[in-house]
């Protein structure tokens, strides 16, 4: 009897490996506040679950937004328990609230973006998913070209 549990209770645990969401993309930026202390953006994460047969629930993101070197901005939405089901892809919203003094750290930056140049931004970070009692934390790293005048006008 005691082997049975053993094998029972040891496939449950060998059964509930999983593989944590992949972040694709940002879309849907829009610039929804400007004040000169802050600047809230608007935005959404795409992520894609590539378990074939698992739903994982998204319970946390943390980001961090870096321009030219500088951290502008952060998220940090916890308690999000939001569920990808298998082979599929959610969008999650977030707000990014960005400090301009940080952004327009130089004569420079503040030139390119009037301008209409493009800057990148780079968000780390990661997301935290659970499935039954597991965890798994996933880093985000990506790169995104942010051009002011595209986002400013929609």
Partial sequence: MKRILLLWLASNIMACHYTAPEFRRIENINVNQISPN?????????????????????????????????????????????????DSDILLPFDLEVNPTNLLSNLNNIIDMMSGKSFILDLNGFVETKMFLFKKRAKIKHQESINLNNIIKK
């Avoid at 935005?43 to 074939?52: E, G, I, S």
């Fill in 38 to 86: 802050k600047i809230i953006v608007n935005a959404t994460a795409r992520f894609h679950n590539p378990n074939k047969s698992r739903i994982i629930k998204i319970s946390s993101i943390q980001l961090d937004a870096i321009a030219n070197n500088r951290t502008i901005g952060s998220v940090s939405n916890k308690n999000l328990q939001k569920p990808i089901y298998r």
